[in-house]
């Protein structure tokens, strides 16, 4: 049975999330592993209020930024999903990885 790894990669660098994942799927390529996506979800804008004092009810404007997501599927091939999962990446890359087994039918 084999396992799937799921990583969900995050950054607020969309240019720099997207060259780390191509640079993923051309290793998986490279390696005949069996990958999926990358799956790209919709951009969070997130809004964060700033307090000019500590007391009181004057603020700056709000800071906004953009969180982008990629979602990737490794199928099997363990080692390699081991290898990437545990690599160094760059700075502002946030990286979540989910194992699953799946069950054959029958």
């Known amino acids: 049975m084999p396992f799937v790894t799921k990583l969900t990669l995050e950054s607020g660098d969309r240019h720099l999330l997207d060259d780390v994942v191509a640079t993923i799927k051309e290793a998986a390529a490279r390696k005949g592993v ?3 996506g990358p799956h790209p979800e919709p951009p969070d804008d997130l809004r964060v209020p700033q307090s ?3 007391v009181g009810d004057a ?3 709000s800071w906004g930024y953009t969180v982008y997501t990629r979602t990737i599927e490794i199928v099997g091939h363990d080692d390699f999903a081991r290898a990437i999962a545990h690599r160094d990446f760059p700075d502002g890359i946030h990286v979540a990885a989910e194992i699953e ?3 054959q039918m029958g």
Request: glycine letters at 0%; aromatic letters at 16%.
């Open 101 to 103: 087994q799946q069950r």
């Open 52 to 54: 000019k004092t500590l």
């Open 34 to 36: 069996e990958f999926k």
């Open 59 to 61: 603020e700056f404007d």
